[in-house]
């Protein structure tokens, strides 16, 4: 199976949603570039914070740009993908376990959260496969 992007000129993303009410699932695709997307604010933060250790849903919708570090997500049904410079996560898995992370190069992860208004815009575009 091929997979083709809406737009070339995207920035590759995955997107973490609830399924089946609680269950923590993805959504590969792309963020659009030069799309003005409103925030209420954004943070730096290379530390890791304990509860982010164990399986758990975002705190709130958010996108996580990786700065430095590659990363492998898992989400309820043991299906996972790699975050690393260059991919945008759009963290909207708000529900139930959540998903869980492990680095999988280095021991860093610097990162900048963005926090967009509560029912702003995305601008994902999921893969179409072909």
């Given at each position: 199976?091929?997979?083709?992007y809406a737009n070339?000129?995207?920035?590759?993303?995955y997107k973490l949603?609830?399924?089946?009410?609680?269950?923590?699932?993805?959504?590969?695709?792309?963020?659009?570039?030069?799309?003005?997307?409103?925030?209420?604010?954004?943070?730096?933060?290379?530390?890791?914070?304990?509860?982010?250790?164990?399986?758990?849903?975002?705190?709130?919708?958010?996108?996580?740009?990786?700065?430095?570090?590659?990363?492998?997500?898992?989400?309820?049904?043991?299906?996972?993908?790699?975050?690393?410079?260059?991919?945008?996560?759009?963290?909207?898995?708000?529900?139930?376990?959540?998903?869980?992370?492990?680095?999988?190069?280095?021991?860093?992860?610097?990162?900048?959260?963005?926090?967009?208004?509560?029912?702003?815009?995305?601008?994902f575009t999921p893969?179409?496969?072909?």
């Amino acid at each position: 199976m091929s997979y083709i992007y809406a737009n070339e000129i995207n920035m590759k993303a995955y997107k973490l949603i609830n399924v089946n009410g609680t269950d923590s699932s993805f959504i590969e695709g792309t963020v659009c570039e030069v799309q003005h997307i409103d925030v209420d604010y954004f943070f730096i933060q290379t530390n890791i914070e304990s509860y982010q250790l164990t399986a758990h849903p975002a705190p709130r919708y958010q996108f996580v740009i990786t700065l430095k570090g590659k990363l492998k997500f898992t989400v309820t049904n043991g299906d996972s993908f790699i975050i690393e410079p260059g991919v945008v996560l759009v963290a909207k898995d708000l529900l139930g376990k959540g998903h869980t992370w492990e680095m999988i190069e280095g021991n860093e992860w610097h990162r900048i959260y963005i926090v967009p208004k509560q029912d702003g815009e995305d601008c994902f575009t999921p893969l179409i496969k072909s």
